[in-house]
């Protein structure tokens, strides 16, 4: 069975400094990986994802993420934060076989401390 | 272009009545899938449809049923509602071969009292 997992529900940072976001999978076939954000009150919007070729992926708003086979791991960061970036954060994976049900992780609160 | 617009945006309903859920779906999108979120949790899976027809299942119990329209447009049906099915109801869409291209709606609050 897949599964995803963010390690750390809160994540506070500050302004100007490098976000890091972790997310860990696990999946019996190649996985396909996604980093969605969500603002209070609104739906998910999607940041970046992984299907094939290059292992780094650049999304939107500066952040981008790298999809290491060997640890599992799919990690999302930007460089330095803004105060925008306060949301949060859901990783995501669709097995490659599979017809499109997503399965999230239990989602990262980024705070932005100016 | 509109994105996918959900209807209504918060109900309020009473434990042991049912809900209907509307969905339309952005534009070139053939493909409907709904999600339950609870407060301080990932979206969880309920189901897809595509063509009308269900093609594929979470783990949500016969409670809860869906239908898609042919202009693509869906609905979930909750039956009996308990407490527990208050949450965020997400739809999102995609289209068949669109390398899972899914645009989420805002969503629908359900408050069951």
């Known amino acids: 069975a897949q599964s995803v997992t963010q390690l750390g529900s809160h994540v506070s940072v500050s302004e100007g400094a490098l976000v890091l976001l972790r997310c860990n999978y696990s999946?019996?076939?190649?996985?396909?990986l996604f980093w969605y954000v969500q603002y209070p009150n609104q739906g998910l919007q999607l940041l970046l994802k992984?299907?094939?070729?290059?292992?780094l992926v650049k999304g939107i708003n500066g952040f981008e993420a790298e999809f290491k086979k060997s640890e599992t791991s799919f990690h999302l960061t930007k460089p330095s934060a803004h105060m925008s970036d306060a949301a949060e954060y859901f990783c995501?994976?669709?097995?490659?076989?599979?017809?499109?049900?997503?399965?999230f992780g239990q989602g990262t609160t980024l705070q932005v401390k100016p | 272009d509109a994105g996918v617009t959900q209807s209504p945006t918060h109900l309020i309903k009473t434990r042991g009545q049912q809900v209907t859920l509307r969905c339309s779906p952005k534009?070139?999108?053939?493909?409907v899938s709904w999600y339950q979120q609870a407060l301080g949790q990932g979206p969880q899976f309920i189901f897809q449809?595509?063509?009308?027809?269900?093609?594929q299942r979470g783990n949500f119990p016969d409670r809860f049923s869906g239908h898609q329209f042919p202009n693509y447009s869906s609905e979930l049906n909750v039956n009996a509602l308990l407490l527990g099915d208050s949450a965020l109801y997400l739809c999102?869409?995609?289209?068949?071969?669109?390398?899972?291209?899914?645009?989420f709606g805002s969503g629908t609050r359900l408050t069951v009292v």
């Open positions: 999102a869409s995609s289209s068949a071969g669109s390398n899972y291209g899914y645009t």
């Open positions: 999946s019996s076939v190649p996985p396909y």
């Open positions: 992984y299907t094939t070729g290059a292992t």
């Open positions: 995501a994976v669709i097995r490659s076989s599979n017809t499109g049900k997503l399965i």
């Open positions: 534009s070139g999108h053939d493909t």
């Open positions: 449809y595509y063509e009308e027809e269900e093609r």
